[in-house]
């Protein structure tokens, strides 16, 4: 009697969205939309071509370091329930595939950048993937300080939109830089601490893991908000905007501030973690809008 041998088990075929969540949209969308503020709230002339291929660069570059990104973290993304069924883990996408797409995409945006935009502007998409990828993402594994060091990769975007109008970095972008790496601590603290129950399957020291009551996660966050109110309003202190944005910035800092206080409370931390988050992501959007509102119109 002849053995026939069992057919293989083939792998789930990617689509395009498996691809497209490999660069995490909504995550580079952030990043799109910050250096485009940056871009805008430096006031230059107007030049469509030039803002779009800044918009395609930097899209190019977040979604490669968010695919590079999941490369490298594959092992953890599998262990992790929130991560599990992201398109590596799920064998949608085979990791040699994730690399290539990343790599390229990210080679794409600095040739563009650098040879249509300018090299100060490529160089700060350049400093943004080695900060992401090769000082933050290993982070993860082996330092409290892991969030920390995220925003300030988080907050280089808007300086690639800046030097890209400017050509350099005056006190407006390196304030832009401050006011977005003090929005990402309470904005991945609150992250943090609602999937704190996930993160120890894969030993990542955050601070939320060795703080089992929330009490440093909480109070870290609110002091973190007071700092991001503070720089908020330098660009009205300073005179590079109006009264009106500087109103705005008061408005939205002290609605961040009540639910960082929130957050301090023992009592109803996972609500307050929640509330927190959702107010980081009102929060963002309308103090930069109204920045740069401000520019275009009073400036």
Request: with cysteine; net charge positive.
């Amino acid at each position: 009697m002849t053995m026939t041998a069992e057919p293989a088990v083939a792998a789930p075929s990617a689509k395009f969205s498996d691809y497209l969540e490999l660069t995490k949209p909504r995550l580079s969308l952030l990043s799109v939309l910050t250096a485009l503020a940056g871009y805008a709230a430096a006031r230059p002339e107007n030049n469509i071509p030039r803002l779009l291929l800044v918009a395609l660069g930097t899209s190019l570059a977040a979604g490669g370091v968010a695919a590079l990104n999941q490369w490298l973290e594959s092992d953890t993304d599998a262990l992790m329930h929130r991560t599990a069924d992201r398109p590596i883990p799920t064998g949608k996408i085979p990791t040699g595939s994730a690399f290539v797409l990343g790599a390229l995409m990210c080679v794409a945006s600095l040739f563009i950048l650098f040879s249509r935009v300018g090299y100060l502007c490529a160089g700060m998409a350049l400093l943004t993937m080695v900060a992401y990828l090769c000082w933050y993402t290993p982070a993860k594994r082996w330092s409290r300080w892991s969030t920390e060091i995220g925003a300030i990769a988080g907050a280089l975007p808007p300086l690639i939109g800046w030097t890209a109008a400017e050509g350099r970095v005056s006190e407006l972008g390196w304030i832009l830089f401050g006011v977005l790496f003090f929005w990402q601590i309470p904005h991945f603290m609150a992250i943090a601490w609602t999937y704190r129950r996930d993160n120890p399957a894969v030993h990542f020291p955050m601070l939320p893991l060795g703080d089992k009551k929330g009490g440093w996660d909480a109070a870290w966050s609110f002091a973190t908000t007071v700092a991001l109110v503070a720089v908020s309003l330098l660009p009205w202190m300073l005179g590079l905007a109006t009264a009106w944005s500087g109103v705005v910035a008061i408005a939205g800092g002290l609605w961040f501030l009540a639910c960082a206080a929130i957050f301090l409370r023992a009592e109803g931390r996972d609500v307050a973690a929640r509330k927190l988050f959702l107010c980081s992501i009102a929060y963002l959007p309308l103090v930069l809008g109204a920045l740069v509102a401000d520019r275009i119109v009073h400036f």
